[in-house]
């Protein structure tokens, strides 16, 4: 009898451990996961690099389910093709976007202020500011009136339909691509240019808890509750691209592309300047078919090189190495044609890079020049002027006889006669005869 009741404990016990495995396993499945937000950070130039950057980080979100993106700007602006390729990825995002314009110092201008009014959310932290949005083109240069009012008409259209279907300012949009207009955080929440005023990360995320947007799915309330914030990072690939974006770093690539091949071709073998050249070029010509690259600037810098080239050539007395310092210089400063400042080449990077060339290849040249005035080392040219020993009797009048020159036997002659064992230079070489004269 006690063992059936023992039985029965034991059964009992085990069904009790039953049940609460199974309110736990349904309890684990009650419970929902962390809300994920992904956070964006990018600085500089908006670029073809920053607009696949972006749109990559919003795919891999809606990849992830995240609740969130955040997209922490400061930028100049950029080109209008990138710009509108960003905004377009915005618009048809799954998950909601957050343009947040941080830290304190940042700004949002010319193409920003079309990425803040495209996304679902804009934020701003005090001591930043939003505007400046004319339109800057790929190619810069000048354009007549008509052809400018026709891009800038086609912005303010651009920016009032996003305007519009995010339920911001499109009057003070329009002004801002019209006139440049700019103005601080305060006064974009005041004119309800952005949505929320926040002076860090945490305060951000609590101002925008429980709001409701619109997306190409439907609409969404935030939940951002205990939420789980994750760093996206640009990494080493858009990292090296975004830098060689910029135009001196592009400029300054190229200039050591050209030195190497011709440091190369100057020397073949050596391999190192070559390869070295080769690769800069390469990384070069990545950058300039993302810039607005002027080509009568481009060709002036090859032009100044032919120059520099030539001057080893031509004895111009310097007049081709100035011509190539001159053509280098134009050329470095028309290379990169835009009205934005951002998008062109500094003058101080372009004056010690013109500098530092034009100095290489006049040393170059000095080295040359010195060269060639130096008495040749080897043939028989180098002979004239060689001391020596007759080695038999060497007669006058052209009669020929041997003298020993440094190793070695010749046939000589001379206007007078010589006797053997004589110390004597040699005048000239003629062939295999040398003429002689006794010391």
């Excluded at 974009?188 to 951000?204: H, Q, T």
């Excluded at 799915?217 to 975004?242: H, P, Q």
């Amino acid at each position: 009898m006690a063992e059936v009741i023992e039985t029965e404990k034991v059964q009992k016990n085990k069904e009790i451990k039953k049940a609460e495995k199974k309110e736990i396993t349904k309890a684990s499945e009650v419970t929902p996961a962390k809300p994920l937000i992904h956070y964006v950070k990018v600085v500089g130039v908006v670029s073809p690099v920053m607009g696949e950057y972006l749109i990559k980080s919003l795919r891999n979100a809606a990849l992830a389910e995240a609740e969130l993106v955040v997209i922490e700007i400061d930028t100049p602006g950029g080109l209008d093709l990138s710009m509108r390729d960003i905004v377009k990825a915005i618009l048809a995002s799954e998950v909601p976007v957050v343009l947040y314009v941080a830290p304190s110092g940042a700004r949002a201008a010319s193409a920003g202020v079309f990425i803040s009014y495209a996304s679902h959310i804009a934020a701003m932290a005090p001591g930043t500011n939003i505007g400046s949005a004319s339109p800057v083109m790929m190619g810069g240069g000048e354009i007549d009136e008509t052809m400018k009012k026709k891009i800038t008409n086609d912005a303010v259209a651009y920016i009032k339909g996003i305007a519009n279907k995010r339920g911001r300012n499109a009057t003070w949009a329009e002004s801002a691509v019209r006139d440049s207009v700019n103005i601080t955080a305060e006064e974009a929440l005041e004119l309800k240019v952005i949505d929320v005023l926040a002076d860090s990360r945490k305060e951000l995320f609590l101002a925008i808890n429980g709001m409701k947007v619109e997306t190409i799915t439907g609409t969404k309330t935030l939940n951002l509750k205990d939420a789980e914030v994750k760093e996206i990072e640009m990494g080493l690939r858009f990292s090296i691209l975004d830098a060689i974006a910029n135009p001196n770093v592009a400029y300054i690539l190229m200039m050591l592309g050209m030195m190497g091949l011709y440091f190369e071709l100057s020397n073949p073998g050596v391999i190192f300047p070559g390869v070295v050249g080769a690769i800069c070029l390469v990384l070069a010509f990545y950058s300039l078919q993302t810039l607005s690259v002027n080509y009568a600037g481009l060709i002036l810098i090859g032009l100044g090189i032919v120059f520099f080239i030539a001057e080893l050539q031509i004895m111009s007395f310097g007049l081709l190495a100035l011509a190539g310092v001159v053509s280098l210089t134009l050329g470095s400063l028309m290379l990169f044609d835009s009205p934005a400042p951002f998008m062109r080449v500094s003058l101080l990077v372009v004056l010690p890079v013109v500098l530092l060339f034009s100095a290489t290849f006049m040393g170059a040249m000095y080295f040359v020049l010195n060269d060639r005035k130096r008495p040749a080392l080897g043939g028989a040219t180098s002979l004239v002027g060689v001391l020596g020993k007759t080695a038999s009797l060497v007669g006058g009048q052209g009669e020929q006889g041997k003298v020993f020159i440094e190793g070695e036997y010749w046939n000589a002659y001379s206007e007078t006669p010589i006797d053997k064992d004589e110390s004597i230079r040699v005048l000239r070489v003629e062939g295999l005869l040398v003429k002689v004269e006794k010391i």
